[in-house]
T-cell receptor, first 114, second 114 residues
């Protein structure tokens, strides 16, 4: 099993630009999560999907952030426009209901907004 | 609200020795899950061990074991025969049963001295 796949692994962009982060969950998993990790705030859940449907987006910082899951094997997290305070590591995780719903994390995308 | 507290920002252990990382949590629920994740310098979040609250027996995974004290809301991780590869950030996490919102502690940075 390839595990959760995220791309890109590193992203450097300028303030105001659009950033799109991508995630492919583990095959067969029906829940997908987006987290953000910063030194100041630690790991925060941004949004999660169950069977491709957004269930809880209360962690999404503001309207500049949006996430989609068009099918069971792909999700995107978009930031538009990006700001320096968005600089963080963004993790995608997936789980399967029935396996005690353990979440398996991808390698993360390190985002730097200049 | 559920919160997870890791009171040790940093810990150090000699190679081959045993170290215990502390974690406490706050909840009014009776059914939930607890996790320890390891984050090495690569930033990958790796599941170390998982405990179901309804199980009285402490979970064990090779050199890793937990001391789960439900009444005290304590969930410590014991690493036996520490190895250099165990050096990482360790995060304790809580998730309520039938709820995908997982809460993480601030983490403990473990250093292993040769």
């Amino acid at each position: 099993d390839a595990g959760v796949i995220q791309s890109p692994r590193h992203e450097v962009t300028e303030m105001g630009q659009e950033v799109t982060l991508r995630c492919k969950p583990i095959s067969g998993h029906n829940s997908l999560f987006w987290y953000r990790q910063t030194m100041m705030r630690g790991l925060e859940l941004l949004i999660y999907f169950n069977n491709n449907v957004p269930i809880d987006d209360s962690g999404m910082p503001e309207d500049r952030f949006s996430a989609k899951m068009p099918n069971a094997s792909f999700s995107t997290l978009k930031i538009q426009p990006s700001e320096p305070r968005d600089s963080a590591v963004y993790f995608c995780a997936s789980s399967f209901s029935g396996n005690q719903e353990t979440q398996y994390f991808g390698p993360g995308t390190r985002l730097l907004v200049l | 609200a559920q919160t997870v507290t890791q009171s040790q920002p940093e810990m150090s252990v000699q190679e081959a020795e045993t170290v215990t990382l502390s974690c406490t949590y706050d909840t009014s629920e009776s059914d939930y899950y607890l996790f320890w994740y390891k984050q090495p310098p690569s930033r990958q979040m790796i599941l170390v061990i998982r405990q179901e609250a309804y199980k009285q027996q402490n979970a064990t995974e090779n050199r890793f074991s937990v001391n789960f004290q439900k009444a005290a809301k304590s969930f410590s991780l014991k690493i036996s025969d520490s190895q250099l590869g165990d050096a990482a950030m360790y995060f304790c996490a809580y998730r309520k049963h039938n709820n995908n919102d997982m809460r993480f502690g601030a983490g403990t940075r473990l250093t292993v001295k040769p």
